[in-house]
């Protein structure tokens, strides 16, 4: 059963450390890079609840910490250039999210301490050795978890009794394609649903990807949970709304206008990534700070959005879900 509550519940890590950050070194002005392959409206909410976080650990913008901000603008060939002036301006800590900002900001320094609020699989992608150990100069949080797909399917199929087909868009160059085909495609066997697979690799493809949709009659769609489609949310919700297609992924996309949200609250990841600057920054080893990850997970429907498209949500996923949009 799906948990009504978005309490973030981490794995292996202790109460937070006591001391305020400017006690420790007086004086000190510590820099923080934050690299974001979104724009700054995009990353809005984000950066927001990373700073809440950096605050209530007694870090004041201005007087014991600053932030020097890059965006890509979702440009993800400009990562790398950002990653690498953030580099050169030997910021004490660089937090990225994304796989991509992770791994732009990895191949950018190999000294400087990096932590990423929110990627998918750090193991599989080669971001990190382990979760329990990542080694290297990197660190953070994952919202990834491969049964999150089949509960996504399993909504849908619980909103939509009669759907037949449902499509799956995907980004073909991610390195967690193949593990996100086998969990969905598993998903749907017991549903006896037809599954197709529908490709894009940047958003200059989702129009594209959309009209194929329509014109295979899918009845549905599901999204992988990758950094293209998590910086483009609300272009993903428009497409779909034009075609009255619902739509099933994380909570962001619901947020964005979607019409099923299920998995990590991201902005938790986000307010919770301050933690790990705080623990570096008061001598902890990045490669040491275990990975953490979500155990329980919000579900948030679109309402506004089901009235739109046509679809009754039934009263039973309605009384589970932590948010309704109306």
């Not at 965006?71 to 301006?89: F, I, M, N, T």
């Not at 909103?159 to 749907?188: G, Q």
């Amino acid at each position: 059963m799906i948990a009504r509550r978005h309490l973030l519940v981490v794995l292996g890590i202790g109460m937070l450390a006591g001391s305020m950050p400017d006690l420790a070194q007086p004086g000190k002005v510590w820099r923080i890079g934050f690299l974001s392959p979104a724009s700054a409206a995009g990353a809005r909410s984000r950066v927001e609840a990373f700073r809440a976080g950096l605050r209530e650990l007694g870090y004041v913008e201005g007087r014991n910490i600053a932030v020097e901000f890059r965006y890509a603008g979702e440009k993800y060939e400009r990562l790398p250039a950002l990653a690498a002036e953030l580099a050169q301006l030997k910021v004490d800590v660089l937090v990225t999210h994304s796989g991509a900002g992770a791994r732009a900001a990895k191949d950018a320094t190999a000294t400087i301490p990096i932590v990423f609020a929110a990627v998918g699989d750090p193991v599989a992608s080669g971001l990190v050795e382990s979760l329990a150990r990542p080694g290297g100069n990197i660190t953070g949080l994952t919202f990834f978890a491969f049964d999150l797909y089949a509960k996504r399917i399993e909504l849908l199929a619980e909103i939509l009794p009669r759907v037949k087909r449902v499509a799956f868009l995907l980004n073909p160059d991610s390195p967690l394609v193949a593990s996100a085909i086998a969990a969905t495609e598993d998903a749907v066997k017991p549903l006896k649903v037809e599954l197709l697979r529908f490709a894009a690799r940047n958003p200059g493809e989702f129009e594209s990807a959309f009209s194929a949709m329509a014109k295979r009659g899918v009845d549905a769609v599901a999204v992988q949970e990758e950094s293209v489609f998590l910086t483009n949310t609300r272009s993903i919700a428009q497409l779909a709304a034009k075609r009255r297609l619902p739509v099933a992924s994380g909570v962001a996309f619901a947020d964005a206008g979607s019409l099923l949200g299920y998995g990590p609250d991201l902005l938790a990841l986000f307010h919770r990534s301050a933690y790990f600057v705080d623990r570096i920054l008061k001598g902890a080893k990045p490669g040491e700070l275990p990975i953490e990850r979500p155990t329980r997970f919000e579900l948030v429907v679109n309402s506004r959005t089901a009235k739109q498209i046509g679809v009754t949500i039934p009263s039973k996923v309605l009384a589970r879900a932590d948010r309704v949009i109306e």
